[in-house]
């Protein structure tokens, strides 16, 4: 079965209940995830943790230009 995803921003915090409710009782609908810009910390994320052991390990590389990443690329 295909999923559809809906994104909904509301500016007023007190309908997200009632539209949670709402949208659950609709046939085929099976789950309601409500987020919001706070919840998000990028720090936590896999990528953001690998990113920093790759700079603890200094496995990060500077170039000044294309020729120079090139040359270190290649050797």
């Given at each position: 079965m295909d999923s559809v995803q809906i994104t909904l921003n509301a500016d007023n915090k007190n309908v997200i209940d009632i539209l949670k409710s709402l949208l659950l009782q609709m046939r085929g609908v099976s789950n309601v995830r409500v987020s919001s810009d706070e919840d998000?910390?990028?720090?936590?994320?896999?990528?953001?943790?690998?990113?920093?052991?790759?700079?603890?390990?200094?496995?990060v590389y500077h170039a000044a230009n294309a020729k120079e990443m090139f040359a270190q690329i290649l050797g």
């Open positions: 998000f910390d990028i720090t936590t994320t896999p990528a953001y943790q690998e990113a920093m052991d790759d700079i603890a390990n200094g496995r």
